[in-house]
C-alpha cells in the first residue's frame, strides 16, 4: 500500500510517525474518511468543506488547496489500485518538542493520506445491518470537529464488540438524549412513524451521509423532523439506522439485546437505502 505523506508517495511500511508528532503526543489534529465507489469519490465536496472547517476551528492552516487535494486523493487511490473503498485524511500540528502551545509558525503541520479497499456498496440488505447497545457519551464539548481524540469513541466502540454489537448509541448522561453514535449518526422512524436525526450543534458531528440523505428525502413525501430522541424513544421506535461514509444507511435491528420494530429492517430503512443506494452508484 501507497500512502501520501508530506509531499511524497511512499510504501505505508516506510511512512514512520515521528515521536514527537503532536497528533500522536496530543491528538492535536484532525481527519476525514471518504468513500469511493467505482472510483468516484462520494459526497467529495462535503467532506473537504467539513475538514476545511475543522481545520479552521483548531486554527490549522490548510495544507494545500482544494484542487490540489482532490489531486493527491485520487493518486493515492490510483496508486492503489482501488474501485470501491475508502481514503483517510489526516491533519496534524506537526512536530515539535513536546510543549501544549503551540508550536512556532515555522512547524509545517504534517498531512497524511491513505487509501484502502472496502467491500462496494451492498447490493442488497441482506446481511447489511448491526445490533447496537447504548453507552454514554463521554466526549469533549465541541463533537462537531472532526479531531483525532477519539478515546471515547474507541472505548464505546469496544464496550459494543464486547456484548456482541457493532455500534454504541452515545447518549448524554442525565438527560438521556443520544447524541450520535461512537463514529455514525443515528436516525429513527418514531411511534408516530416520523423519521427523526438530532440537530446539529456542537454535540454531534455533521455528517455529511446525514447531509447527502436529508437531501435525497426533498419530494420523497417521507415525514422528516431534525429533532433529538432520548434511549427511550429509541428503544421504542419502529425503526433504527446508522449512516456514516461507510456504513452508507445501515439497519439498527436490536438495541441493548431488544428487537427495534420485529427486528427486521423496516419499510423506510429500506427506502432510504435504495435512495442512497442510486445516490451512490
Ligand atoms: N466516522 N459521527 C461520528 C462521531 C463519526 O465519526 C462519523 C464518521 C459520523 C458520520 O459522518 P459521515 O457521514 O460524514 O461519515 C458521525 C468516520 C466514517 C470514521 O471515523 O471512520
Known amino acids: 500500500r501507497i500512502a501520501y505523506v508530506n509531499g511524497r508517495y511512499l510504501p505505508q511500511r516506510d511512512a514512520a510517525v515521528n515521536i514527537e508528532d503532536r497528533g500522536y503526543q496530543f491528538g492535536d489534529g484532525i481527519y476525514e474518511v471518504v468513500h469511493v465507489q467505482d472510483g468516484r469519490f462520494i459526497d467529495e465536496d462535503a467532506h473537504l468543506s467539513r475538514m476545511e472547517r475543522s481545520l479552521g476551528e483548531i486554527r490549522l492552516a490548510q495544507p494545500m488547496g482544494r484542487r490540489a487535494l482532490r489531486q493527491v486523493l485520487r493518486e493515492v487511490v490510483r ?8 481514503v483517510y485524511m489526516q491533519i496534524t500540528r506537526g512536530v515539535a518538542r513536546r510543549d501544549h502551545g503551540f508550536p512556532a509558525a515555522a512547524v509545517p503541520p504534517a498531512f497524511v493520506v491513505t487509501a484502502r479497499r472496502i467491500p462496494g456498496f451492498p447490493a442488497s440488505l441482506e446481511g447489511w445491518n448491526l445490533r447496537a447497545i447504548t453507552h454514554p457519551d463521554l466526549r469533549w ?16 466502540k469496544q464496550a459494543a464488540r464486547e456484548q456482541g454489537a457493532g455500534e454504541a448509541i452515545l447518549y448524554e448522561e442525565g438527560t438521556g438524549q443520544v447524541t450520535e453514535g461512537s463514529s455514525t449518526t443515528v436516525w429513527i422512524v418514531d411511534e408516530e412513524g416520523v423519521l427523526r436525526t438530532r440537530h446539529l450543534d456542537h454535540a454531534v458531528l455533521p455528517g455529511c451521509t446525514r447531509g447527502a440523505l436529508m437531501e435525497l428525502l426533498t419530494g420523497s413525501g417521507i415525514d422528516f423532523e431534525e429533532r433529538g430522541f432520548t434511549v427511550e424513544e429509541a428503544r421504542r421506535a419502529r425503526e433504527a439506522f446508522l449512516t456514516s461514509a461507510t456504513s452508507f444507511v445501515k439497519p ?22 435504495e435512495i442512497f443506494a442510486r445516490h451512490v452508484k
Open 79 to 86: 496508486r492503489n489500485r482501488i474501485t470501491d473503498g475508502l
Open 141 to 156: 464539548a465541541r463533537r462537531d470537529i472532526k479531531s483525532v481524540n477519539l478515546l471515547p469513541n474507541v472505548l464505546a
Open 252 to 273: 439498527i435491528l436490536a438495541i441493548d439485546g431488544e428487537s427495534v420494530g420485529d427486528g427486521r429492517p423496516g419499510p423506510v430503512t429500506r427506502r432510504l437505502f
